[in-house]
């Protein structure tokens, strides 16, 4: 009983596996850290029965059954970050900015070590100093240790073909001492060579290289390019670099999580693994899938060269997408157990990825209904509201013209034949066929419910002002001419009444309409409107700013910034110039004035002392003159005694 006790508490230790990540904050990494650790060691052995296959496939659902099991033996994951980022919510430990010294500790402490350099090259070197690292330290293991280097197919990208006169055999396994790297995946190749190498005849270090095809699913990965620019629906078609017809080899993100688990599961003796779905799709089978779903439904041809000119794309996503290869991964497909969420490849599963896809973006559309009579400004309001919210524009009057041009289309080379035979009345029944399709899909979409539904309104004298003082460049080719505008207004109001309105299809589904009377508003540019619809609909729930867009936002911020300085420079030095010119005015006026006051007081002190001087000037002045001559004759000792004593003797009163 005891011995059984042991067994089952060694058998739970073992059960229980670290396993490191790195650059945990990537698209790639993250999603398998993500899986992983929702997964219980050791799960992958267990046969997947019928029941669990006709399950729901989704990722979501999996991680849902094993929640309640997540604190008894699933995977413990940790790994690096990149600087700034946040530290996501499964990883147990995180390691941002270390010395290599303080990381080797870390992977030490792990039982399985997956470097990822699928996205970033720069972590090549990284993952060669890791697995020499530890290869090192082999002999201080105190158990088995496996290396898993997640690698891209495009170390296969110039393989030649296993058979000159069919191209169309799949490169397996089996074959990966005949791949050829594509030239800008040299250090990927040779990473993968070192990492097997160190693998070899070494029981306590077990290595894995895994050659992952093009990743999709959750954020979208390389795909989210394609993705964004058909939700944003901001070009008529979706561009397709090159002829489209490159075979590109892709896997969904999780099945190759699944894979990586099996690997640790089952330690399987082939170390050199291909890790790709079923599929067989092109460049162009892709992106005519993202089309269709997503947004215009069209796709354009463009030179490769152009896929340069794209600043969201890189050059290892450049190289993926035109890569043409044929793979399979057929020792994944025969021996491992794998819950596929795509197992048939991208366009049979695009609507659960485009659903995993808006999830993990947070891309929730909104759907606004702008209803009212002619000019009162729905057009020129929902064009803001597009721009700002990033919807797509749709138009009543252009699907009805494409609806037509797209029967005519159809139904027109009919008649315009004069003989027909058998097959062509069957031609013609499929597109009578064609015909009802289409209708039914446009009434479909007609009937899909608004979120928000905006009741515009004006009085009909606001209406006729609006239009009377709109511009000829505007009116013209419009229906804003007086006969047709005024026909126009006068149908709006006989078929909305108060009792049959389409304001009550609404309130009956509970999208009760936001009335708003423009006329009321006195604003010109609807500005208040638009206003009070983005306070009522609330934050744009959609992508948020490219880098493009956030270099020009904080280009933008920063000129506006630099402008108010320098006008605030600008106002600083006026001021300061004007109190200087300001003070010199007042020193000036006030210099001015003190010689006013010099001037008024020298010529009061001469008028006051014209009486004094005169006296002096004829009763003493000359007296005085002459003892100071006859004192300066004389130069007798005592000079003022001399001067009183003539002063006395000649003073002219007394002679």
Same mark, same amino acid.
């Not at 000119?309 to 994944?332: C, G, P, W, Y």
């Not at 029944?429 to 015909?435: F, G, K």
């Not at 006296?615 to 007296?623: C, N």
């Given at each position: 009983?005891?011995?059984?006790?042991?067994?089952?508490?060694?058998?739970?230790?073992?059960?229980?596996?670290?396993?490191?990540?790195?650059?945990?904050?990537?698209?790639?990494?993250?999603?398998?850290?993500?899986?992983?650790?929702?997964?219980?060691? @050791?799960?992958?052995?267990?046969?997947?029965?019928?029941?669990?296959?006709?399950?729901?496939?989704?990722?979501?659902?999996?991680?849902?059954?094993?929640?309640?099991?997540?604190?008894?033996?699933?995977?413990?994951? *940790?790994?690096?970050?990149?600087?700034?980022?946040?530290?996501? /919510?499964?990883?147990?430990?995180?390691? !941002?900015?270390?010395?290599?010294?303080?990381?080797?500790?870390?992977?030490?402490?792990?039982?399985?070590?997956?470097?990822?350099? +699928?996205?970033?090259?720069?972590?090549?070197?990284?993952?060669?100093? /890791?697995?020499?690292?530890?290869?090192?330290?082999?002999?201080?293991?105190?158990?088995?240790?496996?290396?898993?280097?997640?690698?891209?197919?495009?170390?296969?990208?110039?393989?030649?073909?296993?058979?000159?006169?069919?191209?169309?055999?799949?490169?397996?396994?089996?074959?990966?001492?005949?791949?050829?790297?594509?030239?800008?995946? &040299?250090?990927?190749?040779?990473?993968?060579?070192?990492?097997?190498?160190?693998?070899?005849?070494? =029981?306590?270090?077990?290595?894995?290289?895994?050659?992952?095809?093009?990743?999709?699913?959750?954020?979208?990965?390389?795909?989210?390019?394609?993705?964004?620019? /058909?939700?944003? @629906?901001?070009?008529?078609?979706? #561009?397709?670099?090159?002829?489209?017809?490159?075979?590109? #080899?892709?896997?969904? *993100?999780?099945?190759? $999580?699944?894979?990586?688990?099996?690997?640790?599961?089952?330690? #399987?003796?082939?170390?050199?693994?291909?890790?790709?779905?079923?599929?067989?799709? +092109?460049?162009?089978?892709?992106?005519?899938?993202?089309?269709?779903?997503? @947004?215009?439904?069209?796709?354009? =041809?463009?030179?490769?060269?152009?896929?340069?000119?794209?600043?969201?794309?890189?050059?290892?996503?450049?190289?993926?997408?035109?890569?043409?290869?044929?793979?399979?991964? &057929?020792?994944?497909?025969?021996?491992?157990?794998?819950?596929?969420?795509?197992?048939?490849?991208?366009?049979?599963?695009?609507?659960?990825?485009?659903?995993?896809?808006?999830?993990?973006?947070?891309?929730?559309?909104?759907?606004?209904?702008?209803?009212?009579?002619?000019?009162? @400004?729905?057009?020129?309001?929902?064009?803001?509201?597009?721009?700002?919210?990033?919807?797509?524009?749709?138009?009543?009057?252009?699907?009805?013209?494409?609806?037509?041009?797209?029967?005519?289309?159809?139904?027109?080379?009919?008649?315009?034949?004069?003989?027909?035979?058998?097959?062509?009345?069957?031609?013609?029944?499929?597109?009578?066929?064609?015909?009802?399709?289409?209708? %039914?899909?446009? =009434?479909? !979409?007609?009937?899909?419910?608004?979120?928000?539904?905006?009741?515009?309104?004006?009085?009909?004298?606001?209406?006729?002002?609006?239009?009377?003082?709109?511009?000829? !460049?505007?009116?013209?080719?419009?229906?804003?001419?007086?006969?047709?505008?005024?026909?126009?207004?006068?149908?709006?109001?006989?078929?909305?009444?108060?009792?049959?309105?389409?304001?009550?299809?609404? %309130?009956?589904?509970?999208?009760?309409? &936001?009335?708003?009377?423009?006329?009321?508003?006195?604003? $010109?540019?609807?500005?208040?409107?638009?206003?009070?619809?983005?306070?009522?609909?609330?934050? #744009?729930?959609?992508?948020?700013?490219?880098?493009?867009?956030? /270099?020009?936002?904080?280009?933008?911020?920063?000129?506006?910034?630099?402008?108010?300085?320098?006008?605030?420079?600008?106002?600083?030095?006026?001021?300061?110039?004007?109190?200087?010119?300001?003070?010199?005015?007042?020193?000036?006026?006030?210099?001015?004035?003190?010689?006013?006051?010099?001037?008024?007081? +020298?010529?009061?002190?001469?008028?006051?002392?014209?009486? &004094?001087?005169?006296?002096?000037?004829?009763?003493?002045?000359?007296?005085?003159?002459?003892?100071?001559?006859?004192?300066?004759?004389?130069?007798?000792?005592?000079?003022?005694?001399?001067?009183?004593?003539?002063?006395?003797?000649?003073?002219?009163?007394?002679?």
């Amino acid at each position: 009983m005891a011995e059984e006790e042991v067994a089952a508490r060694t058998e739970k230790v073992i059960r229980i596996q670290r396993v490191f990540i790195n650059l945990l904050d990537s698209y790639s990494s993250g999603n398998i850290g993500k899986f992983l650790s929702n997964c219980v060691v @050791g799960a992958s052995l267990e046969e997947i029965t019928e029941e669990e296959e006709e399950e729901d496939e989704s990722k979501s659902a999996v991680l849902d059954t094993s929640s309640s099991r997540l604190k008894e033996g699933t995977f413990q994951i *940790v790994g690096t970050l990149s600087p700034g980022k946040p530290e996501p /919510a499964f990883a147990l430990e995180t390691y !941002s900015d270390i010395s290599r010294e303080e990381l080797l500790i870390r992977l030490l402490e792990c039982d399985v070590i997956i470097y990822n350099i +699928t996205e970033n090259p720069k972590q090549v070197e990284e993952a060669l100093w /890791a697995v020499s690292a530890l290869n090192e330290e082999v002999n201080h293991f105190e158990k088995r240790k496996l290396f898993i280097l997640v690698s891209t197919v495009m170390t296969w990208a110039r393989s030649k073909p296993l058979d000159p006169d069919d191209s169309d055999i799949p490169f397996t396994e089996e074959d990966y001492r005949r791949r050829k790297h594509h030239p800008n995946f &040299l250090d990927h190749i040779n990473a993968e060579k070192m990492v097997l190498k160190f693998g070899k005849n070494i =029981k306590k270090f077990v290595t894995y290289v895994v050659a992952a095809g093009l990743q999709y699913g959750a954020e979208g990965g390389i795909l989210h390019f394609f993705f964004k620019l /058909a939700w944003l @629906g901001e070009v008529p078609a979706l #561009p397709v670099f090159g002829d489209g017809s490159n075979v590109i #080899p892709a896997i969904h *993100v999780l099945d190759l $999580a699944g894979v990586i688990q099996n690997i640790i599961d089952h330690v #399987p003796k082939v170390h050199y693994l291909v890790a790709v779905d079923e599929s067989v799709q +092109t460049l162009e089978d892709l992106v005519k899938c993202i089309s269709k779903h997503t @947004g215009p439904g069209k796709i354009q =041809k463009v030179l490769k060269e152009n896929a340069f000119l794209t600043k969201e794309l890189t050059q290892n996503s450049i190289d993926h997408l035109l890569v043409n290869l044929r793979m399979e991964a &057929l020792f994944v497909k025969e021996n491992f157990n794998i819950r596929w969420v795509s197992q048939s490849g991208f366009a049979e599963n695009i609507n659960g990825i485009l659903k995993e896809y808006k999830q993990s973006r947070r891309l929730l559309p909104i759907k606004i209904c702008i209803l009212g009579p002619p000019a009162v @400004g729905k057009s020129s309001i929902a064009e803001v509201l597009t721009k700002y919210y990033k919807l797509h524009h749709i138009k009543l009057k252009d699907v009805i013209s494409e609806a037509i041009a797209k029967l005519e289309a159809i139904v027109a080379p009919k008649y315009a034949r004069e003989e027909e035979d058998e097959g062509e009345d069957e031609e013609e029944e499929d597109s009578v066929e064609e015909a009802q399709e289409l209708l %039914d899909g446009i =009434k479909e !979409s007609m009937e899909q419910n608004a979120e928000f539904v905006c009741a515009l309104d004006a009085s009909d004298e606001f209406l006729k002002f609006r239009v009377m003082n709109l511009p000829e !460049s505007v009116v013209a080719g419009t229906h804003y001419s007086q006969d047709q505008f005024l026909r126009a207004l006068s149908n709006y109001r006989d078929i909305n009444t108060e009792d049959e309105t389409v304001f009550n299809y609404f %309130d009956e589904l509970e999208i009760h309409p &936001l009335h708003i009377d423009v006329g009321k508003l006195e604003d $010109a540019q609807n500005r208040l409107a638009i206003k009070q619809l983005i306070k009522e609909i609330g934050e #744009p729930r959609n992508y948020g700013l490219s880098e493009e867009e956030k /270099a020009e936002e904080e280009r933008r911020v920063a000129e506006e910034r630099m402008a108010r300085e320098a006008t605030e420079e600008a106002n600083r030095e006026h001021k300061e110039a004007m109190e200087t010119a300001e003070k010199i005015a007042r020193w000036e006026e006030w210099n001015k004035r003190l010689e006013e006051v010099k001037r008024e007081e +020298t010529e009061f002190l001469e008028a006051q002392s014209a009486p &004094l001087r005169n006296y002096l000037m004829t009763y003493v002045m000359p007296t005085l003159m002459q003892g100071l001559n006859e004192c300066c004759k004389i130069r007798p000792e005592d000079p003022v005694d001399f001067l009183a004593e003539y002063l006395f003797k000649n003073n002219p009163a007394t002679q």
